[in-house]
């Protein structure tokens, strides 16, 4: 077994084995179907002694990230919370014309942009070839590389320290994360901030948010495990926020070791509510496996008795999430012929594993699915409203997480 990849334990305690799957943003070309694909194991441990919980490093980022098929500005809703933060992070922090915003993993400037509409010099680091020309010709300055301490290094020669570095739902994809985190360092002034984004595992088990775990995602967060991955690399947690973000979310707001000064009351109270739910041992992560499984037959259960009825069910949505549920469940196109999507870079492509058809999202209104599954559950709120025309031919919107839920939609 690997040891923990932030303390270097070999103690290591299964949550959740959700067998063998393809990197979930590995989408087939047509003529890819005809060639084999290569699985490899998800299987979530936690750590005993940092308690971080993690999965093998089997992939390497370079394989999933230098050619992405994941672009931020396609989602609505994750555009406006981005323009929340950055307004905020303004507002907070006192940043102005002579300020410098780094954002790590940037990808199509989704972000940057309302940096650079308040005139504030700005920076994407983005490691995707293709999603970083995309930030180019969008007009945000953006530079293609992996951070690592010499790249933090290079930029902060190149461009000087940060004011602010964010750092928004990529901690998760470092399987270095102490290297990671030491290039943060380097990009930010010694009386500067980080802002980090990431998934909140007590959330992903409670709501049996499983699908977000993936070969992307090497490490999953509680307050506690995030306190010393940022120490591990020089810098202090001082703050953090819970928010609504892919189903839950944590805002960490970091600063060097030697300006931080205390953490606040957001952060103790948080590592209490963890500590009293067993996530500092581990009698919390005993129940997660079977909650799990539970979807799962659910799910099933819910399309097959649909295919014996004669109901049509179609897709809605190709994120990465909805690879490790698709696979985990053994949904092919007998069960679901096609999924749609926004992202005109998936169209024609076929889902890794399932291998289902991934179309315009035109198709939904031609087809007339009896029901739609929404894969993408956490922007529920956006796509409820996107998909109201499922009303006009009587469709339904089916959420499989956290738990089944067949729902009919206003016109």
Same mark, same amino acid.
């Given at each position: 077994?690997?040891?923990?990849?932030?303390?270097?334990?070999?103690?290591?305690?299964s949550v959740v084995d959700l067998g063998a799957t393809p990197p979930c943003e590995r989408f087939l070309t047509e003529a890819?179907?005809?060639?084999?694909?290569?699985?490899?194991?998800?299987?979530?441990?936690?750590?005993?002694?940092?308690?971080?919980?993690?999965?093998?490093?089997?992939?390497?980022?370079?394989?999933?990230f230098t050619e992405y098929a994941y672009f931020s500005s396609y989602?609505?809703?994750?555009?406006?919370?981005?323009?929340?933060?950055?307004?905020?992070?303004?507002?907070?922090?006192?940043?102005?014309?002579?300020?410098?915003?780094v954002e790590v993993a940037s990808n199509d400037g989704y972000l940057l942009r309302h940096v650079a509409d308040l005139g504030i010099r700005c920076l994407g680091v983005e490691p995707s070839e293709n999603v970083g020309r995309a930030a180019r010709q969008a007009g945000v300055p953006t530079w293609t590389a992996f951070l690592d301490p010499a790249t933090g290094a290079s930029v902060r020669a190149g461009h000087g320290p940060a004011d602010l570095v964010v750092a928004n739902n990529v901690y998760a994809h470092v399987p270095d994360v102490t290297g990671f985190t030491r290039g943060l360092r380097a990009l930010v002034a010694d009386d500067g901030w980080v802002s980090i984004e990431?998934?909140?595992?007590?959330?992903?088990?409670?709501?049996?948010?499983?699908?977000?775990?993936?070969?992307?995602?090497?490490?999953?967060y509680t307050v506690d495990s995030a306190r010393a991955a940022l120490a591990s690399g020089g810098l202090r947690l001082v703050d953090v926020e819970r928010l609504p973000t892919h189903g839950?979310?944590?805002?960490?707001?970091?600063?060097?070791?030697?300006?931080?000064?205390?953490?606040?009351?957001?952060?103790?109270a948080l590592l209490a509510e963890e500590k009293a739910a067993g996530l500092h041992e581990l009698s919390g992560y005993a129940e997660f496996g079977a909650r799990v499984a539970r979807v799962r037959r659910d799910l099933l259960a819910f399309l097959l008795d649909a295919a014996r009825q004669g109901r049509t069910v179609a897709g809605y949505g190709a994120p990465g999430k909805g690879n490790t549920l698709l696979n985990h469940c053994g949904i092919r196109p007998d069960l679901l012929p096609f999924?749609?999507?926004?992202?005109?870079?998936?169209?024609?492509?076929?889902?890794?594993?399932?291998?289902?058809?991934?179309?315009? @999202?035109?198709? &939904?209104? $031609? #087809?007339?699915?009896?029901?739609?599954?929404?894969? @993408?559950?956490? &922007?529920? $709120? #956006?796509?409820?409203?996107?998909?109201s025309y499922v009303h006009d031919w009587g469709g339904r919107l089916v959420f499989p997480i956290p738990e089944l839920e067949i729902v009919e939609v206003n016109p």
């Open positions: 077994m690997t040891p923990c990849r932030l303390c270097g334990s070999a103690s290591l305690v890819q179907l005809e060639e084999p694909e290569v699985t490899y194991p998800l299987h979530l441990r936690v750590c005993t002694g940092c308690r971080l919980a993690q999965i093998p490093p089997l992939i390497t980022p370079e394989e999933t989602s609505t809703s994750w555009v406006e919370h981005a323009r929340t933060f950055v307004h905020g992070a303004v507002e907070r922090l006192g940043l102005g014309s002579g300020s410098f915003v990431v998934q909140y595992l007590p959330t992903l088990m409670a709501g049996n948010q499983y699908d977000t775990i993936y070969h992307e995602h090497f490490q999953y839950g979310s944590i805002r960490l707001w970091a600063r060097p070791e030697e300006s931080a000064g205390e953490p606040g009351e957001r952060v103790a999924t749609v999507d926004r992202n005109p870079y998936k169209h024609g492509r076929f889902t890794p594993g399932t291998r289902i058809p991934i179309l315009p @999202p035109e198709r &939904l209104a $031609e #087809e007339r699915p009896d029901y739609v599954l929404v894969l @993408p559950w956490n &922007l529920r $709120e #956006e796509l409820v409203g996107q998909l």
